[in-house]
């Protein structure tokens, strides 16, 4: 069983920058994607940010192109997530999670569906 716990959320003016933190306590497999996933008020989750284990593949939805970078230490067991040039838009609960290479193939790496594995969540705030 894979334990994901997200930390450094917080409150930003737009413009700002965050750095989350997701601690995975478990064996990640050199096959399964970890990735963000986001959830404002009244929306559905969608996909920020996504990142092969083995380091050769990321994704990155349009709205956080050139301003997010996803990461991942080996080492340390860690998914990050660098935001820059915050917008009052990103404003949401952010998820980190995991999920096996097969069903990444079966679902679409975007696809909430096909990870299985979740953290709670970190709260970001931007302020206009």
């Known amino acids: 069983l894979l334990q994901l716990v997200e930390s450094g959320g917080g409150s930003v003016q737009a413009g700002g920058s965050l750095r989350l933190s997701c601690a995975a306590s478990?064996?990640?497999?050199?096959?399964?994607?970890m990735a963000w996933f986001r959830q404002a008020p009244g929306k559905e989750r969608e996909a920020v940010a996504s990142?092969?284990?083995?380091?050769?593949?990321?994704y990155y939805d349009d709205f956080v192109k050139g301003r997010f970078t996803i990461s991942r230490d080996n080492v340390k067991n860690t998914l990050s997530l660098q935001m820059n040039s915050l917008k009052p838009d990103d404003t949401a609960k952010y998820y980190c999670?995991?999920?096996?290479?097969?069903?990444?193939?079966?679902?679409?790496?975007?696809?909430?569906?096909?990870?299985?594995?979740w953290g709670q969540g970190t709260q970001v705030t931007v302020s206009s």
């Open positions: 999670t995991a999920g096996m290479q097969r069903t990444i193939r079966d679902f679409g790496i975007n696809n909430q569906s096909a990870y299985t594995f």
């Open positions: 478990g064996y990640v497999d050199n096959t399964y994607y």
């Open positions: 990142i092969k284990v083995s380091g050769d593949r990321t």
